[in-house]
């Protein structure tokens, strides 16, 4: 049984055609197959972003093989693997980058290193084009996941550490998770645990903003801040009409202070 989607997630941007390239192997390999972008503007070679943003994303779509490239180890040690779900096959490096988003829909039950189905020759420097574009486009046509290679240990494959939120009274301590062209920081963290109106400094190393709680952008008048719980189920910094990341100049991974005002 094949895919009638391939889902695909990189950090190529838009001003080299390195997304068309892959998405050109796909078609000429399993032309029946619809490719869906999930974005291309991931963060150069952010792993933890694209994981998040992946993740955050496939509940909403089509059962599918989901290739996402997000590889600063290109051409090193590293492997190219297949990861199996129960709702989908997901290819790409193994750094961590697919795992959150297999779990989401519902774990990892195999693993295979893709040793089969290369472009030749293989560059050591696109990996997308070359290694995964096809065997994504293979398992679309119908391919077993377990005919791209050899059978993976699951305890061995590459895991990100997770995100550590502390949550104490009237404090609680998380990471940026990542921001998106809106300027909003989005945050590790689920919960607030404030009601809407109540006030929130919101601290990232030496900059800091005084924003409400809220449940909509507009909750803040224009140019102040705001906390939410975003469309993803995620603590988000906003400003209404503006940009939090600008403001904060939050990077994905960096330590961010609430202190809930009592």
Partial sequence: M????????TDYGLA?????VCEGVIARVAPHARVLHVSHEVARQDIRRGAALLAQAVTY?????HLAVVDPGVGTARRPVAVVSPEGVFIGPDNGLLIPAAEVLGGVTAAYEITE???QPVSATFHG???FAPAAANLANGVSPADLGPSIDLSELIRLPAPVTTVEPGRITTEVLGADTYGNVQLAATELGADPGAVVHAQVGDRSLEAVVGRTFADASAGSAVVLVDSAGQVAIAVNGGSAAAILRAQPGDRVVLLLAG
Avoid: E, Q
């Fill in 117 to 119: 189905f290369y472009l």
């Fill in 61 to 65: 779509l089509p059962r599918a093989v």
């Fill in 2 to 9: 094949g895919y009638d989607w391939v889902s695909f997630t």
């Fill in 129 to 131: 084009r070359d290694i």
């Fill in 16 to 20: 080299d055609g390195f997304p068309a």
